[in-house]
């Protein structure tokens, strides 16, 4: 194995910044690169600034793709989708049809997972919804990536969030904390952060402000992943 070989991989193996011995001191620190897989609350429909736009105008160095769709579910992340629902327009997934996650294209060391409001609206199971967390993890484990959990954002009772699947959302949510926590995972802890219904423009989507902390919580969330 030639050096230059070596020191690349001990440069991949020491997180997002590099190591801390003397020799990757000497060189800058490894760009954070990192890939989103989020559903509307990261597309923040309706907002001037989306809560992707927020987390790179706070990170302006970190290079971000975002994979984002408006009403995509971990489900159909997991087995790949043509749309995220039955006749979604183009501009709710800017990428298109996709294959199933472990055929996804992806560059970042941190991959960032922020789906489950609409597991939870679809009233899926917690088992089911833990299985399909941990594929996920796996896929991105193997690629030597680092996975960072968001949580999922709570609701006020309303419309479509019956009190069935607001509970629902916290059994989800509960799921991605236990994972991360078993897991050594960073979590963003989003569902903690919610203050009530000025929070919701239409009792689902974010406010700006409120989506701007969520942005914060998640760019504190990928630099503990990457000391």
């Not at 991949?12 to 559903?39: K, N, R």
């Not at 749309?83 to 049809?97: N, R, T, V």
């Not at 309303?158 to 960073?186: K, P, Y």
Request: glycine share 8%; with cysteine.
């Amino acid at each position: 194995m030639t050096l230059a070989l070596i020191f690349a991989l001990v440069i991949l193996l020491t997180g997002c910044g590099g190591g801390s011995d003397g020799a990757s001191q000497a060189q800058p620190p490894e760009p954070v690169s990192v890939d989103i897989f989020a559903d509307s609350i990261a597309r923040s429909p309706g907002l001037p600034v989306s809560l992707v736009q927020s987390l790179q105008a706070a990170r302006p160095g970190w290079t971000v793709q975002d994979h984002s769709a408006t009403g995509l579910d971990l489900d159909a992340l997991v087995v790949g989708y043509r749309e995220p629902w039955p006749g979604a327009p183009a501009d709710a997934f800017p990428l298109g049809p996709q294959p199933r996650f472990a055929d996804v294209r992806r560059q970042g060391r941190v991959v960032v997972l922020g789906l489950g409001v609409n597991d939870a609206l679809e009233m899926r199971t917690p088992k089911r919804f833990e299985a399909d967390l941990r594929q996920v993890i796996q896929v991105i484990q193997a690629e030597g990536r680092l996975p960072v959990l968001t949580g999922l954002v709570d609701l006020p009772v309303a419309d479509l969030f019956t009190l069935e699947r607001i509970e629902r959302r916290r059994q989800l949510d509960a799921v991605t904390r236990a994972v991360a926590a078993e897991l050594g995972l960073q979590h963003a802890g989003w569902g903690q952060d919610y203050r009530g219904p000025t929070d919701v423009r239409d009792n689902v989507h974010r406010t700006q402000e409120a989506s701007d902390r969520l942005a914060l919580l998640l760019v504190a969330a990928i630099e503990r992943a990457c000391p």
